[in-house]
Nanobody, 123 residues
């Protein structure tokens, strides 16, 4: 069955860095876009970034210049490198499988989701 498993979350101080991984299985990984979303306590889920089959990447404004998405199809894995982290980046981060990676990253383009990994940015 289709599975997406996130890893790499944790606690980091403001200004620090963290790298997340999303490993997919049960489907042909290289023909799907992968997106990252996050949900902070008491807030709605929001898009973060996505990467297309052709490795074109998109980012929401709040993470541009700080986050970098990449993929390694040989390892069925997408990475999200997060630098210059801020307390407002604190959230559960989810990866998801999608058909498209649009400039406006929308959850409805994504059909399978991982369980999420917690990222906490705090002193």
């Amino acid at each position: 069955q289709v599975q997406l498993v996130e890893s790499g979350g944790g606690l980091v101080q403001p200004g620090g860095s963290l790298g997340l991984s999303c490993e997919g299985s049960g489907f042909p990984f290289d023909v799907y876009a992968i997106g990252w979303f996050r949900q902070a306590p008491g807030k709605e889920r929001e898009a973060v970034s996505c990467i297309s089959v052709k490795e074109v990447s998109k980012y929401v404004e709040s993470v541009k210049g700080r986050f970098t998405i990449s993929r390694d199809n040989a390892k069925n894995t997408v990475y999200l490198q997060m630098n210059s982290l801020k307390p407002e980046d604190t959230a559960v981060y989810y990866c998801a499988r999608g058909l498209f990676c649009r400039s406006d990253i929308e959850a409805y383009d994504y059909d399978y989701w991982g369980q999420g990994t917690q990222v906490t940015v705090s002193e």
